[in-house]
């Protein structure tokens, strides 16, 4: 499976965005996630899905502000970002796994992402 992320800006603090995460193929056996990096830091996970059972997992740095879910239909994968803030500002990526969970995928070795990402840049 191919993946093609979109869907960043420039906001304000407090504003809201969502990511897009589209697939080529069947995802059926995938976990996808998205990752993060900020500019001098390494990269981060931020949240999971799995695309059978849809269970999801997430970042603390995240919990409660993000959703992440699945358009079926449309093989693509929403990161819902809510109540942004200064530091949630990172050019943010993609990744699908198969065969693992979506917790799993918060841990070690990271998904490689595809494609460029999407740039977040958040204003105070």
């Known amino acids: 499976v191919q993946l093609q992320a979109s869907g960043g800006g420039l906001v304000q603090a407090g504003d809201s965005l969502r990511l897009s995460c589209a697939a080529s193929g069947r995802p059926s056996s995938y976990t996808m996630g998205w990752f993060r990096q900020a500019q001098g830091k390494e990269r981060e996970f931020v949240a999971a899905i799995n695309w059978n059972s849809g269970i999801t997992y997430y970042a603390d740095s995240v919990k409660g502000r993000f959703t992440i879910s699945r358009d079926i239909p449309n093989i693509t994968v929403h990161l819902q970002m809510n109540d942004l803030k200064p530091e949630d500002t990172a050019l943010y990526c993609c990744?699908?796994?198969?065969?693992?969970?979506?917790?799993?995928?918060?841990?070690?070795?990271?998904?490689?992402?595809w494609g460029q990402g999407t740039q977040v840049t958040v204003s105070s």
């Open positions: 990744a699908a796994k198969r065969f693992t969970t979506a917790q799993a995928m918060a841990g070690p070795p990271q998904s490689d992402c």
